[in-house]
């Protein structure tokens, strides 16, 4: 039985990226994932804080993987220790993002030149290679059997869960008044050889709009400096907690 403070259990770092950090535990086939508040964009070109950001991007991470397990979807998502960890399935990531967008913005409206907000037709599922060093560049599977990131089988698997991730998130989402513009995805493969869901799904990886204003309610609002980021951040928590928009 794992201990219910973060510091009991804090084994050796075994990661840490730009929003968080991964510890060993007691147990080898757990982790303790901690959320930062640290914030990043372009690349890590800029750097500041949002304060709380670990805090909140921790529950509504937890919410949303609750959710996606409750209908059925495989997680890494073990629980929720004080305010900012998590406990999570010890994974072999596949070094892939995958990112699914309804709508125009960000790095899709501008290499396409479409206006932002424009709603896709269908829905569009591109996969990034997970290098910071490189700029996360834009792959196919081609390239991925090439590096021998995953099976053809198993990154099936990666895209059918995105798919099917889009359609809960969306539906869930638009209860509370938000609409799932894009968001980014990454997977796993665990001790058993299920593919899992990793990783974390917040205003960090996702964009979501208020779906009367269309005001941003994510990451966005850091990247432009459109100030008020916490309260966006606390607003989707909000929401997501009493289950209304």
Known sequence: MLASDPVDIRGEKVYEGKAKALFRTENPD????????????FDGKKKGTIVEKGYFNAHISA????????????????GTIEDRY???????????????????AGSLA??????????LPKPVLELYLKADELGDPWINGYHIAAMEL????????MEA???????????????????LVDY?????????????LGD??????????DSVSGDKMDKDRFRQDLGGVEDAYREVLTRLERGRA
């Open 161 to 179: 869960a995105a798919w099917e991730i889009n359609r809960l998130l969306s539906g869930r989402l638009e209860e509370i008044g938000l609409v």
């Open 86 to 104: 998590h406990l999570v399935r010890h994974m072999d990531m596949f070094g892939l993002e995958v990112v699914v967008r309804n709508i125009a």
């Open 110 to 119: 501008r290499r396409l030149g479409m206006e932002e907000g424009t709603v």
């Open 150 to 157: 995953c099976t053809p089988e198993e990154l099936a698997s």
């Open 63 to 78: 919410l949303l993987n609750t959710f996606l397990e409750d209908e059925g979807m495989p997680t890494h998502y073990l």
């Open 184 to 196: 980014k995805l990454e997977f796993g493969r665990d001790p058993e050889g299920t593919v899992r």
């Open 30 to 41: 757990v982790l303790l994932m901690e959320f930062k508040d640290d914030a990043t964009a």
């Open 200 to 209: 974390e799904i917040t205003p960090d990886t996702c964009r979501f709009w």
